[in-house]
T-cell receptor, first 113, second 112 residues
């Protein structure tokens, strides 16, 4: 089991650029979650999917953020255009059924200059 | 609404002493409760969970947690702390809508 795989691990880009974060979930997991972690705001849930369908995107901060899950093996989180306040560590996590724990990737550390 | 509170931002414990990291929760219905640990530059790692059954739950790395329904608490404990236990600890509850709600985290420092 390779675990949840996120790429890239680090991203540094200038404001205004498009940023795409990628996540490969654990095979067989039905749920996929995107989180953002900052010192000021802690761990925030952005959006989650069940069986590739977005269920709750109420945590997505603005229309600049979008997430897709085209199939059970892949998800993306896109920011366009990026702003310095988007700088954070973004985590992808997946889980099976409701009483099962989430498995986290090691995150993407995003810095917007 | 479901919520989780970790009242301590930081806990300091001497190595070899018992440790407790506190968590209280508010849920409708039966709670699914979790503890996670985060080491620097890593994602959160699952430690243990309570779904139903015995109020004392044992997990990874010698940690355990006690579910107390009357006090709506789920404190994390370990009988003898190690320096390597120093990390950020999160309590979490899964709501009926499948989201997991995390506490703000407690930083545990084990002093040699």
């Amino acid at each position: 089991d390779a675990g949840v795989i996120q790429s890239p691990r680090h991203e540094v880009t200038e404001m205004g650029q498009e940023v795409t974060l990628r996540c490969k979930p654990i095979s067989g997991h039905d749920y996929l979650f995107w989180y953002r972690q900052t010192m000021m705001r802690g761990l925030e849930l952005l959006i989650y999917f069940n069986n590739n369908v977005p269920i709750d995107d109420s945590g997505m901060p603005e229309d600049r953020f979008s997430a897709k899950m085209p199939n059970a093996s892949f998800s993306t989180l896109k920011i366009q255009p990026s702003e310095p306040r988007d700088s954070a560590v973004y985590f992808c996590a997946t889980s099976g059924q409701k009483n099962q724990p989430q498995h986290f990737g090691d995150g993407t550390r995003l810095s917007i200059l | 609404a479901q919520s989780v509170a970790q009242p301590e931002d930081q806990v300091n414990v001497a190595e070899g002493n018992p440790l407790t990291v506190k968590c209280t929760y508010s849920v409708s219905g039966n709670p699914y409760l979790f503890w996670y640990v985060q080491y620097p530059n890593r994602g959160l790692q699952f430690l243990l969970k309570y779904i139903t059954g015995d109020n004392l739950v044992k997990g990874s790395y010698g940690f355990e947690a006690e579910f107390n329904k009357s006090q709506t608490s789920f404190h994390l404990k370990k009988p003898s702390a190690l320096v390597s236990d120093s990390a950020l600890y999160f309590c979490a509850v899964r709501d009926p809508g499948d989201k997991i709600i995390f506490g703000k985290g407690t930083r545990l420092h084990i002093l040699p």
